[in-house]
């Protein structure tokens, strides 16, 4: 399992003992980031790793948990990494790969940070978790609380998807609906916290983060090597520092050579890194979100903005504002040209590549990896063209009528 050394502001690298469990750093305000020790870590590792029942567990000594007992899994990770001829040549990238985190247990990539959460919840004997969302991390949360038998609270905002609210339901969690943002139910839920003690699985928890990480391992181990580019649809900007930490570590292992350039995909009515990067400034100045489809990117005030912007810096990327129209667009050509159904904020990623693509920022050689982060059953609707059909009358010549009139549309 891994040993967690020390809690570090990743700003003014002040170290903390990692018993404090701290999340933030007085001085600077920042999330805390683990360090785990990669001392005793051997090459041989890696094979040991690869032969290894599927699941993101099998990286556990590069995983905050200390007691394996306490691991709380729904047999999250290794989700696949598509190559899509058809959607790179309407792209115009010729090695164009979709991770698909739809196909993760709840359906969104917040089952990675909540086995770690959840996990690590259990191993300082929490009995309540609590999380605001936009709806993902509520349903995640509340199926991972489930299955550890821990009591489990969410605020998400009243325009919430009714699947994703469902879904926190079922499994038992009490669900607050706020009748405002996410920005709004976010500081209630700091004020409850505070009031309640209350454990946290929101991005300000250090331990959770790790479960990114492994995006950078299973990517790397599929490719055997880093790709040009990572794109991801970005919200609190744990996404791309989160893998370009996990490629750091696969770096100072001297498992890889080289990382990727870090994409943020951001959708324009919410786009608060993409503004700093242009301006030139180390923290996002939050935003009021405007009215956009991609619901679960709709936030104004990145929690690891900081540590986001770094790592595009670092990585020589960039950060991408796409509209409703370009989201829609490249959902349905991900469901029409590489049978991959998204919800829309998680198709931001290859509206991001198709821009850069366009722009000439990606060549047409570079192996480009977009990151789909949901799955199209938590947000149907809406499509991006027409109705669903009209019922038909139960005959045939009906129905013959109908698929004429589709084969002549
Ligand atoms: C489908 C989907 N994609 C992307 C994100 C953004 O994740 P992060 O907040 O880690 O940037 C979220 C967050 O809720 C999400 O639900």
Not at 117 to 135: D, F, H, N, W, Y
Not at 289 to 303: D, F, H, K, L, Y
Not at 388 to 407: C, H, K, T, Y
Request: aromatic residues 4%; contains cysteine.
């Amino acid at each position: 399992m891994g040993r967690v050394t020390s809690l570090d502001c990743p700003r003014c690298r002040a170290r903390r003992p990692a018993e404090i469990g701290a999340s933030t750093c007085p001085g600077c305000g920042l999330v805390l980031d683990i360090l785990i020790d990669l001392d005793g870590i051997t090459p041989a590792l890696a094979a040991t790793i690869r032969a290894r029942p599927r699941g993101l567990w099998r990286w556990h000594e590069l995983l905050p948990v200390e007691d394996p007992a306490h691991i709380v899994s729904l047999g999250e990770g290794d989700t696949p990494l598509l190559a899509t001829p058809r959607l790179a040549a309407l792209a115009g990238i010729e090695r164009l790969y979709i991770k698909n985190d739809g196909l993760l247990p709840t359906g969104s990539l917040k089952d990675r940070v909540n086995t770690v959460a959840i996990s690590r919840a259990r191993e300082i004997g929490a009995r309540l978790v609590a999380t605001p969302s936009t709806g993902n991390a509520a349903a995640s949360a509340a199926a991972y609380a489930a299955a550890a038998g821990l009591r489990c609270v969410v605020l998400v905002p009243e325009t919430t998807a009714p699947a994703k609210v469902a879904q926190a339901r079922a499994h038992g969690a009490r669900v607050v609906r706020v009748r405002s943002t996410f920005e709004v139910a976010a500081a209630l839920f700091r004020e409850a916290v505070a009031a309640f003690g209350w454990y946290s699985t929101l991005s300000t928890n250090p331990w959770r983060n790790e479960g990114l990480k492994t995006y950078a391992y299973e990517v790397w181990e599929a490719l055997g090597r880093a790709p040009d580019w990572m794109i991801h649809p970005e919200a609190s900007g744990l996404g791309v520092a989160a893998t370009w930490k996990g490629f750091g570590e696969l770096e100072r292992l001297g498992w890889v050579a080289g990382r990727p350039r870090m994409v943020a995909a951001q959708a324009a009515a919410a786009a608060p890194l993409v503004t700093a990067l242009a301006q030139g400034l180390e923290v996002p100045v939050p935003v009021e979100p405007g009215e956009t489809v991609a619901e679960s990117i709709r936030v104004g005030r990145p929690n690891l903005g900081w540590q986001g912007l770094q790592a595009i810096r670092a990585s020589g990327g960039t950060a991408v504002a796409v509209t409703d129209e370009e989201l829609l667009a490249a959902r349905a050509l991900l469901a029409e040209h590489a049978g991959v159904f998204a919800e829309p904020s998680a198709a931001a990623s290859l509206a991001a590549a198709i821009r850069l693509r366009r722009d000439g920022a990606i060549g047409p050689q570079d192996l480009v990896v977009c990151v789909v982060t949901g799955h199209g059953l938590k947000q149907p609707e809406p499509r991006s063209a027409d109705e669903p059909p009209a019922p038909i009358a139960p005959d045939l010549g009906a129905l013959r009528a109908l698929l004429a009139e589709a084969s002549d549309a």
